[in-house]
Each structure stands twice: as C-alpha cells, then as structure tokens.
C-alpha cells in the first residue's frame, strides 16, 4: 500500500500491516519459524531466486521482520529497509559492506562509542582509510570529503553533548565527489528528522532506543535506496546479524505508538532543558532546542522537534553527580536512552567509559555530564524530581 498520501502517525499503525492476517488477526503475529515449507518446486525456486514473493529461512527473511522493515522504510521516506540483531549490526555491515582495503571513510569525532571503536580499531585492519573531524567544523568535513571518499558517516544530534551536524550541506559535498552519505539518526528518530529528504543515501537507527521505546527488545534498521540497502542485506544474510522474530515483534509495536512517545518527549525535554539552564547548581545544558545552543538554527532547520536527549552538567564536578543522581525517583540510572521511563547516567560510566578523563575532556565532556533521556513521565513530576535532587547538593 502507498502512503505517501498519509501521516507519519498513521503508516506507524499500519504499515505492512494492511493485508488480511491469518485467521483475522488484528496485530501482527510472531512468526518464529526458521524456514518456509513449498509444495511446489518451481515456486520455492522463483521465491529462492528473489524473482517471486516470499520467504525462504529467517536468516534471509521473516514476515515478522518484514512489517518492522515496512514501518521504518514508510517513515523515513525510503525505497527498502532491512533489519539487523542490533544497532550496531546496522552499523557495522553497513561500513563493511560498503567499504574495503584502500577505500576511505570520513566521519565525526563525535559519533556513537561503539561507531568509533569501528573507525578506530577495526576498519583500520582492512586497511580501510579512516579521517574524523571536529564535529562542527563543517568547512573541515567538506575539505575531507572533497579530497575524495567513498562514505560520509554522519550522526546528528550526537551522543552525549548533542551536537548539531548541517545535514543537508554535508551530503550535497558527499554527492559531489560520488561518495555514500550514511546517517545514524538514531537521536532524532524519523518523527523529528528524515536525513533521506535532505539528501542522504542511507539512514539508519539503533531500534533498540526510541522505535522500540521500551528498554525490552534490541534490533537495527537501515533504509535508502534498493540499490544501496540490497547491497548491505546480501552482507548482512551472510554475516548473519539478523533480528529473531519476537524482537522485530517488539519493535514494531513500540512503533506504532512512536509519535505520541516523541511528541511527548520532545514537548518535556524543552521544559526540562529550560529549567535545567535557569537552575543555579546547573554550569551547562547541551540541548539543540535551547536557543543558546550552537546549533540551534542549524536544528530548527532540519528537525521538527529537537527530541527527548539532553545533557547537563553540575557545578563542582563529579562528586556532585553522585549525589545527585541516586536521589532521583523517576529515573533508571542504566546506559540505554529512548525509552518511555526516563533514563540517565554520566557518560563518564556509560558511552564513553573506555577513554581517559583527558580524552573525555578533548571530547568536551566534562566529568561532571549527565545524559538525560526524557520518558513519557508527567513533566511536573520530572521537574520536583530534579527540584528535591538538585536541593540536596
Ligand atoms: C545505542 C546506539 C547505537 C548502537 O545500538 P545498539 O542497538 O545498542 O547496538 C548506535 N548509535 C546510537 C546513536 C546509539 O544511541
């Protein structure tokens, strides 16, 4: 079905659900076999060829998977979309299916821990050309990429001090010189931002996070065009980084509320993130809605919401933020973000727990950060939560 006629909220409902399920089921079922039994030969061998429609082992595909696929492809505006185990399986068969020995790769400094590790550890052993740049210094990514790349890697906002990257001015560079833009827009979600429309190739999420919403199933996706996304997929069959049935299940049911959750959470944030920089125990707040925030225009031009991320840090350091932190009520003190339960933690411990203090401080994360990932809570008990916390330093 097309729905290029409808809105965001509703293809979340119904995309690849809008055929007649099994027995009239009115939600999608878990289809948890491996294969797919014929009993017609030369139809197994059209569907084994990809000339026909169908499912062959779960490896490959999976019904299931394919209604998380559908969801996320109608969203975020793209001809296919495939899924993975996790994020980072996206992100990882995306960069090696897409590279290899003496191609390049220019990124950011800033992007997820686990996307780094890739930059700097592994791509690098099949002598994969590797260049970060300042995250923000957009005239130092395009001189880069100028030079001639075969992937742009970008993410926006980023993880955890939320900075802000020009999607659009980046990707047109990239499209220049014939290189691939790939977006992780896993911050964003495609509610608040669609990289694909303002002239990306690939984008991708951790599903784990927002799509999924509920801290209780793991998964990736990555859309674009068939091309480019059948390209990653033959990858991904035989790396075999595939979602299992019951999560992309999961996933796809957190989607279909994924708007009201955003709407909500961007709407909090804001609140939240005013509040936060009116506090005078507060000494900074990175949240790209805040009109002091340095991407701020660059923000409001690309996204519709800023979303449900911020970060902040305390005055004196990080004997405060253990004070702080367990005093909270309402907030799980884990590593994960984008859920309906608000969710923190200092970056110190979580994403960037592998660098020293001073890599941590050429990153710009002050020891005393806190990532603050907004849920679906009451506002007004988020703010007295932060009220009775910040009063007790
Ligand atoms: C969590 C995260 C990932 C990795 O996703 P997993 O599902 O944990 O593998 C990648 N990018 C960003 C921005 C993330 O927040």
């Given at each position: ?48 060829l ?34 993975f ?58 001189a ?7 992937v ?35 911050f ?14 690939l ?80 000494s900074?707040?990175?949240y ?26 305390l ?79």
């Amino acid at each position: 079905m097309d729905f290029s006629n409808y809105e965001k909220s509703t293809a979340s409902v119904w995309a690849g659900e809008t055929d007649v399920l099994p027995n009239g089921a009115v939600t999608t079922p878990i289809v948890k076999s491996v294969a797919f039994a014929y009993t017609d030969l030369d139809e197994w061998h059209e569907v084994a060829l990809g000339k026909a429609e169908g499912f062959i082992y779960s490896r490959n595909t999976n019904p299931t998977v394919h209604v998380l696929e559908e969801k996320i492809r109608i969203l975020e505006g793209a001809e296919a979309a495939t899924a993975f185990a996790t994020g980072m399986g996206a992100i990882s068969n995306t960069l090696f299916a897409l590279l290899g020995p003496g191609k390049r790769v220019v990124s950011l400094k800033d992007t997820y821990g686990g996307t780094s590790r890739l930059f700097l550890d592994f791509l690098p052993r099949y002598q994969v050309n590797v260049t970060l740049c300042d995250t923000t210094d957009f005239d130092q990514i395009e001189a880069e990429v100028a030079k001639g790349c075969d992937v742009l890697y970008l993410e926006t906002p980023t993880n955890p001090t939320l900075k802000v990257v020009d999607l659009a001015r980046l990707a047109a560079a990239a499209k220049k010189v014939g290189a691939v833009t790939v977006v992780d827009n896993t911050f964003a979600t495609p509610i608040n931002q669609n990289p694909l429309a303002l002239g990306a190739d690939l984008v991708l999420h951790s599903a784990t996070k927002f799509l999924g919403g509920h801290s209780d199933a793991m998964g990736g996706v990555l859309c674009g065009s068939k091309e480019l996304v059948s390209k990653v997929f033959q990858f991904r069959e035989i790396n075999g980084a595939s979602i299992q049935a019951d999560a992309a299940y999961m996933i796809a049911r957190g989607m279909k509320t994924l708007e009201l959750r955003i709407e909500r959470q961007n709407a909090s944030a804001l609140t939240i993130a005013r509040y936060l920089k009116a506090h005078p125990k507060v000494s900074d707040v990175f949240y790209p809605g805040l009109e002091t925030h340095p991407g701020h225009e660059i923000a409001k031009s690309q996204m519709s919401g800023f979303g449900g991320i911020m970060s902040f840090s305390l005055n004196g350091g990080y004997e405060q933020v253990k004070t702080f932190l367990p005093k909270l009520r309402f907030v799980h003190l884990a590593a994960s973000l984008g859920s309906v339960s608000t969710l923190a933690g200092p970056p110190r411990t979580t994403s960037h727990v592998e660098l020293t203090e001073d890599q941590r401080r050429q990153l710009g994360i002050p020891e005393s950060l806190i990532r603050y990932s907004v849920g679906i809570e009451n506002v007004n008990d988020l703010l007295a939560d932060l009220e009775q916390a910040l009063a007790a330093l």
